[in-house]
C-alpha cells in the first residue's frame, strides 16, 4: 500500500531521485540535477500544495507536479518509479489531482509514443487539444567563433512585442509567465525584426519569432546561432505548435535535430 498526499514539505532532491528514476527509460531519458528541476517546475507555477505525491513509508514513489496560473493548472510531470509501476499509482495520482485541483481546466503533455500514458488520461477524460515539435541545435565547436555572438542584447526586452511575432499560441512552458517567472536569469538578443529568449545555463529557448515581413532573410539562423555560441548547453525548442509549419522548415535548414513530438492534453474541470 502507498500513502497519497500533497508534497508540501518534500524537499527537491528527493523529488529529483524519484523523477530521474520514473523518466530513465523515455524516449528523452531523464538525468536532471536538482536545481535544474527546481528551476524547471518553479517557471512553470509549481505548487507542492496542490502536487501530489505516492509514498512507500518515507520514499517518493510516483508523483504529480501540479502548477497553478489563473483558473488553468498544468501538469509539470507525472510518473512512478520503476520498482513501483503496473500497481495503479499513476490513476490515484491523477484522480486525485483532478478531485482537488482549484481550476476550471488542467493542462498536460505526453510524448506521442508513450501509448500507455495517453491511454490513462484519455481515460480520464482528457482530450487533444494540439500536437507540438521539439527541437534541439548545437553549433559545431568550430564554428563557435565570437562573430556568432554579435546579436544585440536587448536589456528590458518587450517579450510582449516579440510574442507577437508567434504564428500560434504559446505552450504553457514557454508562455510569457513562465518566464518571468523564472529564477535563473535569461537572455534575449535580437532587435525589432526578431528576437530569441534564452537561457545560457541550461540551452533552453522558450521563444523565438521574427516579424513575418522580415522573414526569409536568415535573422532566425542568425539568432540560433548567436544563442548557441553563448549557451551552456545544446539549444532545446520544446512544444511548438506543429500548425506552425514554417517552422519546421526554418529548424531543419537551420541545422537543427527534431527530437520528440508531444500531444497537449486537456480536461475541463468545472467550477470547483
Not at 518553479?42 to 489563473?70: E, I, K, M, S
Not at 535548414?253 to 527530437?259: C, Q
Request: neutral net charge; contains cysteine.
Amino acid at each position: 500500500m502507498t500513502d497519497i498526499r500533497p508534497l508540501t514539505g518534500v524537499s527537491f532532491e528527493a523529488m529529483t531521485e524519484a523523477f530521474n528514476d520514473a523518466f530513465s527509460d523515455y524516449d528523452i531519458p531523464a538525468n536532471y540535477s536538482v536545481e535544474y528541476l527546481t528551476n524547471l517546475v518553479t517557471r512553470r507555477g509549481y505548487r507542492p500544495d496542490l502536487a501530489v505525491g505516492a509514498f512507500d513509508g518515507d520514499r517518493l514513489v510516483g508523483f504529480v507536479f501540479n502548477c497553478l496560473d489563473g483558473d488553468a493548472a498544468y501538469n509539470s510531470g507525472t510518473g512512478v518509479v520503476r520498482s513501483h509501476r503496473r500497481l495503479g499509482i499513476a490513476r490515484e495520482l491523477m484522480e486525485r489531482s483532478i478531485e482537488t485541483l482549484p481550476a476550471k481546466r488542467s493542462i498536460l503533455e505526453a510524448i506521442e509514443s508513450n501509448y500507455r500514458a495517453i491511454a490513462l488520461y484519455r481515460s480520464l477524460g482528457f482530450e487533444e487539444a494540439r500536437r507540438f515539435q521539439c527541437w534541439t541545435y548545437a553549433l559545431p565547436m568550430e564554428d563557435r567563433r565570437p562573430r556568432l555572438s554579435t546579436a544585440r542584447e536587448l536589456a528590458n526586452a518587450d517579450l510582449e512585442a516579440i510574442a507577437a511575432n508567434a504564428d500560434m499560441p504559446l505552450s504553457w512552458q514557454n508562455s510569457l509567465a513562465s518566464i518571468r517567472r523564472a529564477r535563473e536569469p535569461y537572455v534575449v538578443l535580437g532587435d525589432d525584426d526578431g528576437a530569441i529568449v534564452f537561457f545560457p545555463a541550461t540551452g533552453d529557448v522558450p521563444l523565438i519569432a521574427v516579424r513575418r515581413d522580415a522573414r526569409r532573410q536568415g535573422i532566425g539562423s542568425r539568432l540560433l546561432a548567436a544563442a548557441a555560441s553563448r549557451s551552456a548547453k545544446a539549444l532545446r525548442i520544446m512544444n511548438i505548435d506543429v500548425r506552425e509549419e514554417g517552422f519546421a522548415a526554418f529548424m531543419s535548414a537551420a541545422g537543427a535535430t527534431p527530437l520528440v513530438r508531444q500531444l497537449e492534453m486537456v480536461r475541463t474541470l468545472g467550477d470547483q
